[in-house]
Structures are given as structure tokens and as C-alpha cells.
């Protein structure tokens, strides 16, 4: 099992957002999470992703832990798009960064500085990262925006690649991806109950 969580509850900002949130995710697998703006979706990644705590329930995740490709793309703007990736690869404790640049479609980019590629090259980079972070499990907020239809393609096609070599990916996205290895589900049935107006708050005791 790659990812599994129990009765999972988040907030955003002290507000409770999700609750009771349980799912598990098999090797070979994508898991496509849907709702709609505000449901929740990147505030369940940051979770698993460890960069905030859940109020409640547990995460059990590989003992390498996962990749996350968040909506930022984390790029130092003053270095060349050869030399983030490096940084990265370097951090992840990765050989060769060229078969993640020719993957997606960076080669021909990897001297130009990160602050003059487009948002679309820069999306790219972003999700190039992935294949020099050495984890089986990715979690993916939104990993299609920026792109064109052939980089969506190229991201596709990385992806497929992964899934198939035993890896898995938890992904929130709008949009129809089409991969068969993939199921679907809507984080409306998990929304947090809002409190009652003038209820009793006991920390307040």
C-alpha cells in the first residue's frame, strides 16, 4: 500500500475543512480527487505532505515519504533551468538530471535563466522535479495549469511511466485526465460540519 489515511480531518486556517477522510492507494495506481474551489483539495495534500498537521486521524505513507508538486513551481529564478534541477536532484540524492529534462521536453531550455521561461516552461520544470525525487508516491495539485496540449501530453506520458514502474499519485485536477489506471473521488462527501452560530467554544472555559 502506498498511501492510506484514516479518518483524516484538516482545516485551513483554524476552520475545520475536511472530516473523516479515509481512502487507501495501491501500487500502479492514481487517485483522482475532485470538488470544487475551496473543497479542500490542496489543503489535503499539504497535509499528507507534511506541511501542516491533520486535527485528526492518521497517515501512513512510504517509508521514503512522497513528492509533492504544489501550486508553486519552487524555482530559484536567478539559475538556469539545467542548474534548479540539479539543485534538486543533488537534495534527492539523484544521478543524471538528463533523462528527467529530455522527459519534458527541457533539454533544448537548460541554459536559459528560470525567470525568463514562460509559465508553461516553468510548469514543466516544476514537474520535472519529480523524476529526479526518487519517491513512489506523487501528490499533485492542479499539475496540468500553464500547459499547452502537447506538454499535457508529455505529462501524461511521465505519469503512465511511473504508474507502470510501481509508483502512485494522488491528484487534485479539474480536468479529465484520462488514465486508466485511475478512480475518482469527490471530496464533497467528506466537508466538515460548520458550527453552529453561538455555539459554546469550551476552550474558552
Same mark, same amino acid.
Given at each position: 500500500?502506498?498511501?492510506?489515511?484514516?479518518?483524516?480531518?484538516?482545516?485551513?486556517? /483554524?476552520?475545520?475543512?475536511?472530516?473523516? $477522510?479515509?481512502? %487507501?492507494? !495501491?501500487? +500502479?495506481?492514481?487517485?483522482?480527487? &475532485?470538488?470544487?474551489? /475551496?473543497? !479542500?483539495?490542496?489543503?489535503?495534500?499539504?497535509?499528507? =505532505?507534511?506541511?501542516?498537521?491533520? $486535527?485528526?486521524? &492518521?497517515?501512513?505513507?512510504? #517509508?521514503? +515519504?512522497?513528492?509533492?508538486?504544489?501550486?508553486?513551481?519552487?524555482?530559484?529564478?536567478?539559475?538556469? $533551468?539545467?542548474?534548479?534541477?540539479?539543485?534538486?536532484?543533488?537534495?534527492?540524492?539523484? /544521478?543524471?538530471?538528463? #533523462?528527467?529534462?529530455?522527459?519534458?521536453?527541457?533539454?533544448?531550455?537548460?541554459?536559459?535563466?528560470?525567470?525568463?521561461?514562460?509559465?508553461?516552461?516553468? &510548469?514543466?520544470?516544476?514537474?520535472?522535479?519529480?523524476?529526479?525525487?526518487?519517491?513512489?508516491?506523487?501528490?499533485?495539485?492542479?499539475?496540468?495549469?500553464?500547459?499547452?496540449?502537447?506538454? $499535457? =501530453?508529455?505529462?501524461?506520458?511521465?505519469?503512465? !511511466?511511473?504508474?507502470?514502474?510501481? /509508483?502512485?499519485?494522488?491528484?487534485? %485536477?479539474?480536468?479529465?485526465?484520462?488514465?486508466?489506471?485511475?478512480?475518482?473521488?469527490?471530496?464533497?462527501? *467528506?466537508?466538515?460540519?460548520?458550527? &453552529? =452560530?453561538?455555539?459554546?467554544?469550551? =476552550? *474558552?472555559?
Amino acid at each position: 500500500m502506498m498511501l492510506e489515511l484514516v479518518d483524516i480531518s484538516v482545516a485551513r486556517g /483554524g476552520v475545520p475543512v475536511l472530516e473523516g $477522510v479515509t481512502l %487507501t492507494l !495501491g501500487a +500502479g495506481r492514481a487517485l483522482i480527487i &475532485r470538488g470544487p474551489n /475551496g473543497a !479542500g483539495k490542496t489543503t489535503m495534500l499539504r497535509t499528507i =505532505a507534511g506541511l501542516q498537521p491533520p $486535527v485528526s486521524g &492518521r497517515i501512513v505513507l512510504p #517509508p521514503e +515519504g512522497a513528492a509533492y508538486a504544489a501550486h508553486a513551481d519552487g524555482l530559484k529564478a536567478t539559475l538556469t $533551468v539545467a542548474e534548479n534541477l540539479r539543485f534538486w536532484a543533488d537534495i534527492f540524492g539523484a /544521478g543524471d538530471i538528463g #533523462p528527467a529534462l529530455a522527459a519534458m521536453a527541457l533539454a533544448p531550455l537548460r541554459d536559459r535563466m528560470a525567470q525568463n521561461l514562460s509559465a508553461g516552461q516553468k &510548469r514543466r520544470l516544476g514537474l520535472a522535479r519529480l523524476l529526479v525525487a526518487q519517491r513512489r508516491l506523487w501528490l499533485l495539485d492542479e499539475p496540468t495549469v500553464s500547459l499547452d496540449a502537447a506538454s $499535457v =501530453a508529455l505529462f501524461l506520458q511521465v505519469l503512465s !511511466g511511473h504508474l507502470q514502474q510501481g /509508483g502512485a499519485a494522488l491528484i487534485a %485536477t479539474h480536468i479529465s485526465l484520462g488514465l486508466r489506471e485511475a478512480e475518482e473521488i469527490d471530496l464533497g462527501a *467528506f466537508r466538515a460540519t460548520a458550527p &453552529r =452560530a453561538g455555539a459554546f467554544d469550551g =476552550a *474558552f472555559a
